[in-house]
């Protein structure tokens, strides 16, 4: 079945930098685009970052563009997100996102993130 584990959530302060991985499994990973979305308290969920894979082109919110970076790693079905200069508007559950090529789509189940002195 298909799975989008995410890890590297937690608790650090402003300015301070975590990188969140996501392994998939259960689908094609090299040919599926990869997001990363979040969802703070009492706000929709947005999107982060996206990364496609042939050609490989990468998107930003302007919130975190030039802090946030999304990379992949098809030979470990693993997208990551590494994010630096961390602000408390960060803070949120953040979800990894797949669209497969025939057009599914699957969430993981998220990792918190908490920005606060």
């Known amino acids: 079945q298909v799975q989008l584990v995410e890890s590297g959530g937690g608790l650090v302060q402003p300015g301070g930098s975590l990188r969140l991985s996501c392994v998939a499994s259960?689908?094609?990973?090299?040919?599926?685009?990869m997001s990363w979305y979040r969802q703070g308290p009492g706000n929709e969920r947005e999107l982060v970052a996206s990364i496609t894979s042939v050609p490989l082109i990468t998107n930003y919110a302007d919130s975190v563009k030039g802090r946030f970076t999304i990379s992949r790693d098809n030979a470990k079905n693993t997208v990551t997100l590494q994010m630096n200069s961390l602000k408390p508007g960060d803070t949120a559950v953040y979800y990894c996102?797949?669209?497969?090529?025939?057009?599914?789509?699957?969430w993981g189940m998220g990792t918190q993130v908490i920005v606060s002195s």
């Open positions: 996102y797949a669209r497969s090529r025939d057009y599914r789509r699957y």
């Open positions: 259960g689908f094609t990973f090299s040919s599926s685009v």
